[in-house]
């Protein structure tokens, strides 16, 4: 895809992931010239599309440790769409075993109206009344939940005979009468084929195109964000395009890179008046990393092995704020997809890993993260040197593996719940938002504090991360702070 820049536009967005495309897709609608930068390439079909090879796994596109997220549309062309809204309790300062979870500068309240959009432009299905937790809504999903297939089904039915409250995942995909989907085995951590998954690009980016106000430049990189001489206003980037560097101006910068990409764009952006970086004022760029606490067990549902299926359709949330016996938050547990883990494993693991995973259901469990003054990206003069995860909070972390293994065993099942020490997923901040300069990087609208017209639209200015996915999230901010700079809402 060639591309014949322009001298400037209304809007500069760098990265086309979910924040950078819904943001896209709010300015382009309004009519707003944007230019898109996307470093990485687009993803196709391999014709013909095999029934049994409908998806593409992540790591048949990278190579594991690599930046999945450089292609257009970012990491959702490879996310198992689970797209929740965060509950009510994940905007107030709530107290984790670990220390406070930070409040949000906005309620939930505030970000109701573009939850309610985004999942409709995410085509989400589900069933807000199976969730306890789920938080109020103006208006019921548009799409109803989807079935549980052929091997899940009797997992929920005796989940529920047991006494534990299942609930629908809601999922972005195009199902239907008319949908593209067909629910098959290869979608968590594939790239469907089908474009039946709604992912950033299908989902907010090609209506965008369609306006006729957007342009791609694809396979390029963003080396520097310009600024006023007083340093006091973004004017527009320095970009590397097909062999050559071009500077493009625009009145509205936006950053939606993704981590830790974002973060180290304004830092390589540091001017005289800004020596430590853009929006590094106070020196929050790079810190206050949180995120997911992650660890996985497998219920063991079948001696035989079971055929591929969609199996990614329940979740059990009734202890998110905690339980009788546990005062902090212990989360959810979500059914992953049919995924290949055992491709990860060493090779003495990985025939015992594909015997598992022929015969069982992979589920995770997931708390929060709690972001730290110490988490974060470590900077020197000249790179990005350490990276300081969030801590677990392992007594929390604890009780949430044994109340996920507990709950299919209640239910009758054998389960694999090894101990092992969480991971870290979903990972947001390094320039999050807030009302108060001294200690974020953004205001409430996704504007920097120091500088005018520059924003930040994806995972990076999110505070925390609650305990459930993030994406539907970051489109709703996005979408917000499109209205902030077109000169709507508050």
Not at 74 to 103: C, I, N, V, W
Not at 204 to 225: E, M, Q, Y
Not at 342 to 355: C, D, E, F, N, Y
């Amino acid at each position: 895809m060639s591309l014949n820049l322009k001298p400037n536009y209304d809007a500069i967005v760098i990265g086309s992931g979910a924040g950078g495309s819904a943001v896209t897709y709010r300015l382009a609608l309004a009519g707003k010239k944007v230019l898109v930068i996307e470093r990485g390439r687009e993803l196709k079909p391999q014709e013909p599309v095999l029934p049994n090879k409908i998806g593409r796994y992540v790591y048949d596109e990278v190579n594991p440790g690599e930046n999945a997220a450089r292609f257009l549309g970012g990491q959702t062309k490879f996310y198992g769409a689970a797209l929740y809204r965060m509950r009510e309790s994940d905007f107030a300062a709530t107290e984790h075993e670990h220390g406070m979870s930070p409040a949000w500068p906005f309620s939930y309240s505030a970000l109701e109206p573009y939850y309610t959009e985004a999942e409709k432009l995410y085509k989400v299905h589900g069933d807000a009344a199976s969730d306890p937790t789920e938080p109020p809504r103006s208006t019921p999903l548009s799409y109803p939940p989807l079935p549980h297939s052929e091997v899940v089904k009797p997992v929920v039915e005796r989940l529920q005979a047991s006494g534990t409250p299942v609930s629908y995942i809601p999922r972005g995909l195009d199902y239907g009468p008319d949908g593209k989907c067909v629910l098959c085995s290869t979608c968590d951590g594939y790239y469907c084929q089908l474009d039946a998954k709604m992912d950033a690009e299908n989902s907010t980016l090609r209506p965008a195109l369609r306006s006729g106000n957007v342009d791609v430049a694809l396979g390029a990189n963003c080396l520097r964000i310009l600024t006023t001489e007083d340093g006091t206003r973004a004017t527009g980037v320095v970009l590397s395009y097909q062999g050559a560097e071009h500077v493009i101006s625009a009145t509205h910068i936006v950053v939606a890179a993704g981590l830790p990409d974002s973060m180290t764009l304004l830092w390589q952006s540091r001017t005289p008046q800004h020596p430590a970086g853009l929006g590094n004022a106070t020196g929050n760029l790079g810190k206050h990393l949180g995120g997911h606490s992650v660890g996985i067990v497998f219920p063991l549902i079948s001696w035989r092995q079971i055929p591929a299926n969609h199996t990614k359709s329940f979740s059990v949330s009734n202890y998110y704020d905690g339980s009788p016996n546990w005062k902090y938050p212990l989360g959810i547990v979500q059914v992953a997809g049919q995924m290949p883990y055992w491709r990860l494993s060493s090779k003495v693991m990985r025939l015992p890993a594909w015997l598992v995973a022929k015969r069982s259901l992979m589920c995770f469990f997931m708390i929060e993260a709690i972001p730290t003054q110490s988490s974060g990206f470590v900077v020197t003069a000249e790179s990005i040197s350490n990276k300081v995860e969030p801590p677990c909070s392992a007594q929390t972390f604890a009780a949430a593996r044994q109340y996920a293994a507990g709950i299919f065993r209640k239910a009758g099942y054998s389960v694999i719940a090894r101990d092992n020490p969480a991971s870290l997923w979903h990972e947001v901040a390094t320039a999050r938002m807030g009302n108060d300069p001294a200690t974020s990087v953004c205001n409430a609208n996704c504007e920097v504090h120091d500088i005018q017209n520059l924003y930040v639209t994806d995972a990076s200015v999110l505070p925390t991360a609650g305990a459930v996915n993030t994406c539907l999230t970051i489109v709703a901010v996005a979408l917000k702070a499109g209205d902030a700079i077109l000169g709507k809402g508050e």
